[in-house]
């Protein structure tokens, strides 16, 4: 007959407290709102804030730099009367356009690069002879090729992207490793099917900083390439604001133009890159 083990009663053992062991400290409703990053940040601009409104009124001249509640002042009549919301709506219209090209075009050159010695060759090239060159320096070949509009902006711009991008984007492709690699080879991946399914997802960390960065790249240049618009034809966006403020003596409107810009920046920065980081590689364990 098979033999059975003898089942022992259950019991339990209280345990006592490790010497020595300390109490983990419970913080304060202070201490953990201050945990919070946004609280943080909020807490800097507001330090920036009263060190400008204080830098001002000892400088006590407006035409030189406007105290921080005359400009917040301009800032809110110019969304009241929608002028700063048109100029800058105009300005985010010509940016996307310019953004989505410049990344189908080094999403093409990436690819190529990864799939054939010649699209290495040629991505390194282009990349060594354009990536230094700044984009506001081909405003006057566009002007030329592309006349007054927005076919000269989105020129530049699309240049401002893609190289940025494109290198950033091969450097996450080289990174990815020959594991991944031979087991989407073994899944029967080739040509697009490998780079979107395999070495895109490996290397999105290195794809938002590329786009992260031409983001940055192309704000930068398009209010620029508006200055200079504005000053040869009387058009554009966020960047004839200022500069039309600028040529009126309207200070605290030019900070206004300013502070659009850099508010349009975090944004960018936290509700579009920090939300697909948090969504993509911080899910995913790949970046902390």
């Given amino acids: 007959m098979p033999q059975t083990p003898p089942i022992r009663d259950e019991y339990e053992l209280p ?3 490790l010497p020595g062991l300390v109490r983990q400290r419970q913080f304060s409703l202070p201490q953990r709102i201050w945990q919070h990053g946004w609280v943080r940040k ?5 330090l920036l804030a009263v060190i400008w409104e204080g830098v001002a009124r000892w400088q006590n001249n407006d035409l030189l730099l406007p105290t921080f509640l005359q400009t917040a002042q301009a800032f809110i009549d110019g969304l009241k009367t929608g002028e700063l919301f048109g100029k800058t709506w105009l300005s985010l219209q010509v940016l996307l356009k310019a953004y989505l090209l410049g990344i189908v075009a080094a999403f093409v050159l990436t690819t190529l690069a990864v799939s054939t010695q010649f699209g290495r060759d040629l991505l390194g090239t282009l990349t060594s002879m354009f990536n230094p060159l700044p984009a506001i320096a081909l405003l006057p070949i566009a002007l030329l090729w592309f006349g007054l509009g927005q076919g000269s902006l ?3 711009l699309v240049h401002s992207v893609l190289w940025a991008l494109a ?3 091969y450097a996450g492709f080289l990174g990815v490793s020959d594991t991944l690699r031979m ?4 899944y029967g991946l080739r040509g697009l099917g490998f780079v979107l399914q395999v070495l895109v997802p490996a290397a999105l960390p290195s794809i938002l900083a590329g786009l992260r960065i031409g983001w940055a790249f192309a704000w930068r240049t398009l209010i620029a390439a508006e ?5 040869t034809s009387g058009k554009g966006g966020l960047g004839w604001y200022i500069f039309q403020n600028r040529n009126e003596l309207y200070t605290d409107k030019v900070f206004a133009g300013l502070a659009m810009v850099i508010l349009i920046g975090l944004l960018v920065e936290n509700l579009v890159f920090n939300t697909l980081e948090r969504v993509t590689v911080k899910k995913w364990g790949m970046q902390r």
Avoid: D, K, M, Q
């Fill in 15 to 17: 345990l006592t407290p």
């Fill in 42 to 46: 909020g807490a800097i601009l507001l």
């Fill in 154 to 156: 989105i020129f530049v």
């Fill in 167 to 169: 290198v950033n984007t």
């Fill in 183 to 186: 087991a989407g080879r073994n």
């Fill in 227 to 231: 200055l200079v618009f504005g000053a």
